[in-house]
């Protein structure tokens, strides 16, 4: 059966979530450059999406194992221990050795033993078995690669919960916004393609995802479930 979507006021549904998108120009596509320090100065202002993501996680039960895909410092990761418990299991996926540290300290301090941290690109991440649950937040660049949504996909149960949550440009009318928006997110965005639909490809592995708008426009929370693994298209 399919899961009611989650609605909080202020909340605005996106009917297409597939909608094709412009590319971005290439003054904003930059190499690789945050730090984990960085990154944890900025993720304050990410608070929101995260907690947005409570929403989709009422689908996750105890005992369930869930990716957190780019879980970065470890923000997100209080949020997913008190659904799954400790007899869950949460799989937390990054490239920067430097923000796994950080969230190990997270993890030792609060004395997780249930969360395994790994250390490498989300397409070729060691994933072991199939997860029940899947949480991508504030990692734009992970969405927008085909070879990482094919990867985790992969290691999911069909009609398991899916969702992302973080930024996207605010609408044109909201243009004195963007420069804001900009700040915000550059830390730990290498390219902006797609920005203004973040959850373009998502949609095609996800179908019945459900777009919502937060913060006036300049955030997103894409909720839906898994659907069988396929490659998405290029575009």
Not at 30 to 50: C, E, I
Request: glycine share 10%.
């Amino acid at each position: 059966m399919r899961r009611p979507a989650c609605r909080h006021p202020g909340y605005v549904e996106y009917p297409d979530a597939k909608k094709s998108t412009p590319q971005c120009p290439a003054a904003l596509r930059r190499p690789p450059r945050p730090t984990a320090a960085r990154r944890a100065a900025t993720s304050s202002g990410l608070v929101p999406f995260a907690t947005g993501a409570n929403c989709w996680s009422t689908g996750c039960r105890r005992g369930d194992t869930v990716l957190d895909v780019g879980c970065g410092t470890g923000l997100c990761l209080p949020l997913l221990q008190r659904k799954v418990g400790a007899s869950g299991v949460i799989v937390g996926i990054d490239e920067s050795e430097q923000m796994l540290q950080v969230a190990g300290e997270r993890v030792a301090a609060h004395g997780w033993d249930n969360v395994r941290l790994v250390a490498a690109p989300v397409a070729r991440a060691p994933i072991e078995g199939t997860a029940d649950g899947a949480l991508f937040c504030a990692v734009h660049d992970v969405l927008q690669s085909t070879a990482a949504l094919d990867h985790i996909f992969a290691h999911l149960r069909p009609g398991a919960p899916v969702a992302a949550a973080g930024g996207k440009w605010p609408a044109s009318w909201l243009w004195p916004l963007q420069p804001w928006v900009t700040a915000l997110h550059a830390p730990f965005v290498n390219d902006f393609t797609r920005f203004d639909r973040p959850w373009q490809l998502l949609a095609q592995f996800v179908p019945d995802l459900r777009v919502h708008q937060l913060a006036l426009g300049t955030g997103y929370l894409a909720l839906g479930h898994a659907g069988a693994a396929r490659s998405v298209s290029r575009r």
